[in-house]
């Protein structure tokens, strides 16, 4: 019915019962809900009923309001007032689902409107209660729990626990909390990016090697003054401190039976590292950043297109989703696109090359080295002596035996007088880890 309409009916009633017509109030009704068998109005002045309070029913005989608005008009008392009208939307149960009220100023000589938007009732009632609180049991279960017909985020007993948010189709919903999981939630779980791939190793080793040249001069005198009768040059080889170095065999030009003593000096040297990367390995790659993620557990469809019911989360939480996949699209209601890998999503391809810095001139002279004598060849051992610095000079005595015609000399591999000499070892990691696998989180 159009406002002319309402007002021309409006006055022939009054005027056909004889009584005097006052200001008129158009009233138009906003956000309607679904159910609504009745829409009460009262009027109130100063407190006081201004006039019969006013039960719209739906139009046309209908159980329910079709619309979510409508318009009514009525008379109220002659004279200047300040009204207030107050509504409520009663579902077949007898309980109200929304309200809305307005206050307006009115006299004789003005026609005034009204717009009144109705919210949801902060309470809820079900059939046969007595018009008892009953709130919804469970807000997630996707049932009408206290038979209002109203499931979850549809009945305003929800609202302390449950809210519509936008609906993202084959993403995870959930929160970035910034303390615990709320209630509703599931277990924390911890994503990461930033991925720091460092270039150095760990593991590598260096082995110091050392070889040693040996002028050893056979003297006719046991205190190496005498005559030099012949002599020979042994080179020793390996590692530092170690006695399992390997030697050269060195022969005289004839076979000696008359040698008294030895005389011995180190006359050359080389020293070097020997590494190895058996036991390298990359150093472990890092995130940089990261956070958590509580997925929401249960959600419900109880609100309108394009919206998901999940249960409500405290102001210092971030409602975002969760995309599969690495730069994706955000769903409508969301923004802020960011990747986010798994801790252990990282494929890693690296490997190491060491290397080794020698530091230390060495040293052939720090400690004793034997030497053995043989007569036929560099396998057999007829004779031996010790070099024991800092004495040069080694005489025939118990512990040094010139046995008569020897002419082969090598190192007997008991002992070596080698040391001062270390190495410093480095590893280089060669190729980059990458994160794999990683969702998109967009938030609002």
């Excluded at 008379?75 to 009208?85: H, N, Q, Y």
């Excluded at 049991?137 to 109203?150: E, F, I, K, P, Q």
């Excluded at 993202?168 to 990461?192: F, H, I, K, N, Q």
Aim: with cysteine; hydrophobic share 35%; proline share 7%.
């Amino acid at each position: 019915m159009t406002r002319a309409a309402l007002l021309a009916a409006t006055v022939a009633l009054v005027a056909a019962s004889g009584c005097r017509v006052g200001p008129r109030l158009f009233v138009t009704v906003e956000q309607i809900p679904a159910n609504t068998a009745t829409i009460d109005a009262t009027f109130t002045r100063n407190q006081q009923p201004a006039r019969a309070a006013e039960h719209l029913r739906p139009p046309g005989g209908a159980a329910t309001f079709g619309a979510t608005t409508t318009t009514f008009v009525v008379e109220l008392p002659a004279g200047r007032a300040e009204v207030t009208v107050a509504l409520s939307a009663i579902d077949g149960a007898g309980c109200a689902r929304a309200t809305g009220s307005a206050t307006v100023t009115a006299d004789d000589n003005e026609l005034p409107g009204v717009r009144i938007t109705l919210a949801p009732s902060a309470t809820a009632c079900a059939p046969g209660d007595g018009g008892a609180v009953v709130p919804e049991a469970d807000c997630l279960d996707g049932l009408d729990d206290n038979g209002d017909g109203l499931p979850d985020c549809a009945d305003p007993t929800c609202a302390d626990r449950a809210t519509c948010i936008p609906d993202a189709p084959g993403a995870e919903l959930g929160v970035v909390p910034s303390r615990a999981c709320p209630a509703e939630y599931g277990d924390e779980v911890t994503w990461v990016r930033g991925l720091v791939s460092p270039t150095t190793c760990s593991g590598c080793t260096c082995t110091p090697q050392m070889s040693c040249a040996y002028q050893l001069s056979f003297r006719s005198t046991t205190d190496c003054t005498g005559a030099t009768i012949d002599s020979a040059t042994v080179t020793v080889s390996g590692t530092v401190g170690l006695s399992n170095a390997t030697t050269s065999c060195s022969q005289l030009a004839a076979p000696i039976s008359n040698a008294k003593s030895v005389y011995t000096s180190a006359i050359a040297q080389t020293t070097s590292c020997s590494t190895s990367a058996s036991g390298a390995t990359p150093n472990r790659a890092t995130w940089t950043a990261r956070q958590s993620f509580c997925p929401a557990r249960r959600t419900s469809l109880s609100c309108r297109a394009g919206q998901i019911c999940v249960g409500v989360t405290p102001s210092t939480e971030t409602r975002c989703v969760r995309v599969v996949g690495e730069a994706a699209a955000c769903p409508p209601g969301y923004s802020g696109p960011m990747t986010w890998y798994e801790p252990t999503q990282i494929d890693d391809p690296r490997t190491c090359t060491c290397g080794c810095t020698t530091n230390g001139a060495g040293s052939c002279d720090s400690g004793i080295t034997p030497f053995i004598l043989s007569t036929s060849s560099c396998t057999g051992q007829s004779g031996y002596f010790i070099y024991s610095p800092p004495s040069h000079c080694a005489a025939q005595s118990g512990v040094n035996l010139f046995s008569p015609g020897f002419q082969f000399v090598r190192y007997s591999g008991e002992a070596w007088g080698s040391s001062g000499v270390s190495c410093s070892a480095t590893g280089t990691a060669v190729g980059t880890a990458r994160p794999k696998n990683g969702s998109t989180f967009c938030c609002r």
